[in-house]
């Protein structure tokens, strides 16, 4: 067995109910396509991601996402180790390849990843762990068409981690990352 992606969350102000997963291509395949479901108030529906973008199919356990208002964001990994974004405008999807996109280095698929919306802002944050190193990547964008990355794990001195979750805290806007240490099982947090 292995373990298929899944994240949820409602958007605003329409309180719908949204169900991201990856469909497995097979009973015995760890990749497929993304799919969306989601509650309109009355109805449940399902709608194949992957297809209506021509993005990559997801491989492993590892699916993030939030919404900010209606727009929505799913963040998952590829057989590449690429990172993509699942991004919904309001007016479609489209499925970006962040890695090709900006030069940042490959996913571990198994490590972790966390991403969200900083409150208040339109400054989006994502998190992951990279293969094979398992340094701390940190990719921002204030508008989600220009990102910046940082090797947080380079710049702090830190050790390798997996098993990272990151939140932000208001009203300070902190970025909180927390992460297992790679060679030790260490807690560790990493403030900015």
């Known amino acids: 067995g292995f373990d298929v992606p899944l ?17 497995p291509s097979s009973q015995y395949s760890e990749s497929g396509d ?7 108030g009355t109805n449940w529906s399902d709608e194949d991601l992957t297809t209506e973008t021509g993005g990559s199919m997801a491989w492993g356990p590892l699916m993030t996402g939030f919404s900010v208002g209606n727009y929505q964001y799913v963040f998952y990994i ?8 699942l991004n919904y405008d309001n007016i479609g999807w489209t499925d970006v390849d962040l890695t090709v996109q900006n030069g940042a280095p490959m996913a571990a698929h198994y490590n972790g990843m ?3 919306a900083v409150p208040g802002t339109q400054t989006l944050e994502l998190f992951y762990a990279a293969y094979p190193s398992g340094d701390i990547i940190w990719l921002s964008s204030p508008d989600n068409s220009q990102w910046n990355q ?3 794990t380079a710049i702090t001195h830190s050790t390798p981690g997996m098993a990272l979750t990151a939140f932000a ?9 927390d992460y297992a240490s ?3 099982g260490d807690v560790n947090q990493l403030l900015f």
């Open 78 to 85: 590829d057989q590449n180790l690429d990172i993509h974004e």
């Open 182 to 184: 790679m060679f030790t």
């Open 150 to 152: 940082e090797d947080l």
């Open 169 to 177: 805290t208001t009203p300070n806007n902190q970025l909180h990352v």
């Open 34 to 40: 993304v799919h969306q479901l989601f509650f309109n």
């Open 114 to 116: 966390a991403a969200f």
């Open 7 to 23: 994240v949820a969350f409602a958007t605003t102000p329409n309180n719908q109910a949204h169900v991201y997963y990856m469909a």
